[in-house]
């Protein structure tokens, strides 16, 4: 409770009119750099993998030839836009994104680098989270799109090495019954995820007190929340956005 | 002249600081010694709202900063300058734009004109032509300096340096020191420099404030505290068997 209420105080002071605006767009672009473009890379990769099992594990369990073979491409296109690109990967980005986060600004708590910032009359908070907030939830619709397209391409090589279904009835699985809508239901998904993984994972790194100890701590301690907080709310995203 | 009225100060049930009075002069270099762990950086803290008083209050030049909202308190903030015990330079940024960082900030000065600042402040320090350098390429010594370049690179009316020459051999303590009591004067600055040396306190210290368990326990100018009697300022200032043997042999003379 006492955690809740310093985080809303927290994003109170967060959301102030920045004292210049010129300062907030060139923080978002390095931030951009940080958060996003060096996670395409591990994104790419997993979901690749990710799509190969998936399409895989469906083939393997349609062994009934009441089902048409398309079925796979289908079952691969519902779950990786539905659940796996954006969930998933919001997991493994809360892995990498929120401890970095969480250690970079509590290694500037625990190094008086904030209370620098404040003396000098600086809103740390504002200065430091609000840019990340910013480039996270602008980049990882963008993440998630290449996820779901990598995963896409990774489930149809999965079945070409594999040799079980060809590319046309994989490709007609995934476009039939496509609902743009679930595109749509993925990156607010996307937009969610990456507003809680910056800010609880600041929230840890801002308010660390000790040394370079309880830095690892809170950073061990962002990504558990985080990815907490990404399950519950996945959960109640699913049921607002589908029934 | 910023004037500290009766400040106390716990952390949970540990009170470190007990009410406090005092007042630092403007146009001088106040000092606030004292033995390791006896509250001096945590009142220095209080001073600029780092850590919240739990009663009390601080006044800059007739201002009640403690009373003061975030936004208040940001306009005075904007003219202090703090060199941290630790210098909490800024990682990712060099040298130049460590010291160039609250003009960048708070005021519209074109690049050309925040270099020519930064390249002023860094020749008063010493440390002319180290502009690329990052803080981890800096020695220990460095970074207090850069710290002190940074603290004044926006003129400052109140200059607060937490231990600016520990860990930096004689001759730059020295440097340092002179540095401080340079600018000071030159901008009519209310400087407050905490410190256990000494040499500053005999260098530089015309108003010192002797801090002990937390308490006032002395003030006065850099004369009074080689003569006074008081057992815990003389246990500090004459702290090795060298000095003591030193006050033994003026004793001896005087009698
Ligand atoms: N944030 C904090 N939380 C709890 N206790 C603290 C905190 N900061 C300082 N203290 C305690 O306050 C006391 C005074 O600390 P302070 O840093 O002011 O000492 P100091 O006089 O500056 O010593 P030094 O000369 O070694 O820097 C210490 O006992 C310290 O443990
Ligand atoms: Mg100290």
């Known amino acids: ?243 | 002249m910023i004037e500290v009225q009766n400040i106390d100060k716990s952390f949970a049930d540990l009170q470190i600081l007990h009410d406090i009075t005092t007042i630092f002069e403007k146009g001088k270099v106040n000092l606030i010694i004292g033995q390791s762990g006896q509250g001096k950086s945590v009142l220095a803290k209080c001073m600029v709202g780092l850590h919240e008083v739990d009663s009390g209050h601080v006044v800059y030049d007739g201002k009640d900063f403690t009373s003061m909202n975030r936004n208040e308190r940001s306009l005075i903030r904007q003219q202090i300058g703090m060199l941290f015990q630790g210098s909490a330079l800024f990682d990712s940024m060099n040298v130049e734009e460590n010291v160039g960082f609250p003009l960048t900030m708070f005021t519209n000065k074109s690049s050309a004109e925040i270099k020519k600042r930064v390249d002023f402040c860094l020749e008063r320090v010493n440390l002319s032509g180290k502009n690329a350098l990052l803080p981890s390429e800096c020695s220990g010594g460095m970074q207090k300096r850069i710290g002190i370049a940074r603290a004044i690179s926006m003129n400052p009316k109140y200059l607060f340096c937490d231990e600016p020459n520990s860990g930096l051999d004689p001759k730059t303590a020295i440097l340092i020191d002179g540095l401080i009591q340079d600018i000071t004067k030159e901008y009519n600055m209310t400087t407050v420099v905490i410190t256990h040396d000494m040499n500053s306190v005999i260098e530089i210290g015309e108003n010192v404030i002797f801090i002990y368990e937390g308490k006032k326990w002395w003030q006065g100018d850099k004369k009074s505290i080689i003569t006074t009697e008081n057992p815990e300022i003389t246990d500090f200032v004459y702290a090795s068997e060298f000095m003591k043997e030193i006050r033994q042999n003026i004793q001896n003379t005087r009698t």
């Open chain 1, 1 to 243: 409770m006492y955690h809740l209420g310093r985080y809303f105080l927290m994003l109170k002071t967060l959301f102030s009119v920045p004292s210049k605006w010129t300062i907030l767009w060139r923080r978002v672009i390095s931030e951009l750099e940080i958060i996003g473009i060096s996670s395409l890379f591990i994104v790419g990769l997993m979901s690749l993998f990710m799509g190969g099992v998936i399409a895989l594990n469906t083939a393997y369990q349609l062994t009934t030839p009441l089902l048409p073979d398309y079925t796979v491409g289908y079952i691969t296109q519902q779950s990786t836009f539905l659940e796996f690109s954006p969930t998933v990967m919001s997991l493994i980005l809360a892995g990498k994104v929120g401890s970095n986060i969480a250690s970079e600004i509590g290694t500037m708590r625990v190094t008086e680098q904030i209370d620098a910032l404040e003396i000098m009359g600086v809103n740390s908070l504002n200065y430091l989270v609000l840019p990340k907030i910013i480039a996270a939830m602008l980049f990882f619709p963008i993440l998630i799109i290449c996820s779901m397209a990598l995963s896409l391409i990774g489930g149809w090589l999965a079945l070409q090495v594999s040799g079980l279904i060809n590319t046309e009835v994989y490709v007609m699985g995934i476009r039939s019954f496509f609902d743009p809508f679930h595109i749509t239901y993925a990156l607010i998904k996307a937009v969610c995820f990456a507003f809680l993984i910056v800010s609880v994972s600041s929230y840890y790194g801002y308010y660390v007190r000790g040394g370079s100890l309880d830095v690892g701590k809170a950073s061990t301690q962002a990504i558990v929340t985080s990815s907490v907080v990404i399950l519950m709310s996945n959960f109640i995203l699913t049921k607002l956005l589908l029934f």
